[in-house]
């Protein structure tokens, strides 16, 4: 157990910040946690801080203030349109029935950065959302998915249109689950809309049956991963679109299609659309992935200095290429004294070993406890996220405090390597949903210049500092970058490198991320985003981009064969001749006229 030294109980966002600066000053680590204990564990019982000297900050008095409404777009309702949707809906009712939840939602996405005025319905069975597509094309109405509403880009239901949530959608699997194994000898697994990424983590578990790549959140929806192109992490690795073999949707005319990558009626080139369709060609039903055998990955964490790295072509390189997959961290202002030259980054490293070659993997109770950090440390920031938001000066305390909790508690560095089953290794962190985040990241196909790769982290060193002399600090959390390979999908995350459209067949993909209502956060992404886009990159499809002045048009210009490949095979598809299934922002990026 830590040795404490201090106890302080802020009430406020002055004590808080007093707390931690005395602890700075007496050369205390801070531990800040809500409440003696959570989930009946506490950070002060961690092995790693056994005989550690440390304060406690007790932050459970603290009140969670309401974000900055500052970001809040105001949708104003015409009382006539109001009348109009209460009709629609009333009619929807009536042909769908009374089981199925409609209304009238003011919907906006997880960060609350795309808001709309729509009608949302939540089917829960094939029948059920025929007959809602059906009276969206009889009415000339929008309509598009939900998903988990995590995604921070404008692929979300405009105003006016309808939204479907599909969490509650049955299977029509013979054993009545959401997940199944379709071919045990193909490796073929189904997954049902709906399903999450922690769900899909678990079977993976289960079954010996995985997937070499995902998104690290796991409370997003499978479907909506694919859908929109999202990725990991692994040299070899692609996004997950990339390992559908086959997919079921509702077209335009409620009818569910079948899609294949292989077979007799397998059609790769239409595949590549639809597989990352972002929604264009209908409503997703159901999708069967390729997975592999059981995969374990010797996993490191280790924190070189930041100049040694983003400084150095050779360390770079050393880092990328001796290693599987490759995270890379940085959390501006984290060291003492607060100068960026101090910084010291967090790098995590996986490489695949051979199951037989070790004696144990990770087990449950190694999960069961870190689980329970990850909830205490996701809680404290959810609870002080407001007061960083709202007094910027405070960030480099708490990137400090943070940052020391993340290397002696989370993500130390150990002798030993850790040996875990790659679906724990790639969902490493849960309850990133305590504490709401914006999120821009680009991605660059990066050819093995590391002096262009240098030039694109510079970017953000750079306006760090120069928001800095403004007493301003919009990168309150961190920057990212992970590396993998390119993606046949058209709309894929790394489909600007494929080497059929010129590019070298890799890719580095980074963000930077901050609280939510982060007041400098606005120009702090247009001018890292704006460097970024004259250098090349393109922004992943899922994030937050749509603030970017002319970005729709870059995005054309440097994609413009793959989109030009997409709008083809949707057109050929007849999936959706009217373009129903279309909102404003795929219209922007797809280059076809807003109606």
Not at 181 to 209: E, S
Not at 475 to 498: H, P
Request: with cysteine.
């Amino acid at each position: 157990m830590a040795c404490v030294k201090r106890t302080y109980i802020p009430e406020n966002g002055q004590q808080l910040e007093e707390s931690i600066q005395k602890c700075a000053e007496e050369g205390l680590m801070p531990i800040l946690q809500a409440g003696v204990q959570v989930k009946g564990r506490s950070l002060l019982d961690a092995k790693e801080l056994k005989g550690k000297e440390v304060a406690f900050i007790n932050v459970e008095k603290l009140e969670k203030k309401k974000l900055d409404e500052k970001v809040k777009t105001c949708i104003k309702q015409d009382q006539k349109e109001f009348e109009h949707q209460t009709a629609l809906l009333e009619c929807l009712q009536a042909k769908v029935g009374c089981k199925v939840r409609c209304e009238i939602e003011h919907f906006k996405n997880w960060a609350g950065n795309q808001r709309s005025f729509v009608l949302s319905c939540y089917p829960q069975t094939k029948e059920e959302m025929s007959i809602i597509i059906k009276f969206a094309a009889e009415k000339n109405k929008g309509i598009r998915c939900a998903g988990s509403r995590h995604s921070w880009a404008p692929v979300f239901a405009d105003s006016f249109q309808i939204c479907v949530n599909t969490e509650n959608m049955e299977s029509d699997y013979t054993s009545r689950t959401n997940i199944r194994v379709a071919d045990l000898h193909r490796r073929t697994v189904d997954v049902m809309t709906g399903v999450t990424t922690g769900d899909l983590k678990t079977f993976q578990l289960q079954t010996k049956l995985h997937l070499n790549t995902n998104v690290i959140l796991d409370l997003v929806q499978m479907v909506s991963v694919a859908q929109t192109g999202c990725h990991g992490v692994g040299i070899d690795t692609r996004c997950l679109s990339d390992y559908l073999v086959k997919m079921r949707v509702f077209d335009s005319n409620g009818e569910l299609r079948t899609y294949s990558s292989d077979g007799i009626d397998g059609d790769i080139n239409l595949f590549r659309a639809v597989a990352a369709g972002f929604g264009c060609f209908g409503i997703v039903y159901d999708m069967t992935i390729k997975m592999d055998h059981e995969v374990i990955v010797e996993t490191r964490n280790f924190y070189p200095s930041m100049a040694s790295v983003f400084h150095s072509e050779e360390k770079l390189r050393e880092i990328i290429h001796n290693n599987w997959a490759v995270e890379i961290f940085w959390f501006p202002f984290s060291s003492l004294p607060f100068n960026l030259s101090n910084d010291e980054l967090w790098v995590r490293t996986f490489n695949k070993i051979c199951p037989e070659a070790i004696e144990k993997v990770e087990d449950v109770k190694f999960y069961k406890i870190h689980d329970v950090y990850d909830c205490i440390t996701q809680e404290a920031l959810g609870i002080v996220s407001s007061f960083i938001t709202n007094h910027e000066p405070i960030v480099p305390l708490m990137q400090w405090l943070s940052f020391l909790t993340l290397k002696n508690v989370l993500y130390p560095d150990r002798v030993e390597p850790l040996y875990q089953e790659i679906p724990n290794a790639v969902h490493f962190r849960k309850y990133l949903e305590k504490a709401k985040v914006y999120d821009l990241e680009f991605v660059f196909d990066y050819r093995d210049d590391y002096a262009r790769l240098k030039k694109i982290i510079n970017v953000v060193v750079e306006n760090v500092k120069i928001f800095k002399e403004k007493k301003k600090y919009p990168l309150n959390l961190s920057l990212e970058m992970r590396f993998m390979t390119y993606s046949d999908a058209y709309l894929g995350t790394g489909s600007i490198a494929n080497p059929k459209y010129g590019g070298s067949g890799h890719v580095v993909c980074i963000e930077v991320l901050c609280l939510k209502g982060t007041e400098s956060w606005k120009d702090f992404s247009e001018a890292v985003g704006q460097k970024w886009s004259d250098l090349g990159g393109v922004p992943h499809l899922a994030k937050q981009y749509d603030q970017l002045e002319g970005i729709f048009e870059s995005i054309r210009c440097k994609m413009g064969m793959q989109i030009e490949a997409f709008n083809c095979q949707l057109t050929n598809s007849g999936a959706d001749p009217s373009g129903m299934f279309l909102n404003l922002g795929m219209r922007k990026l797809l280059g076809k006229e807003a109606t």
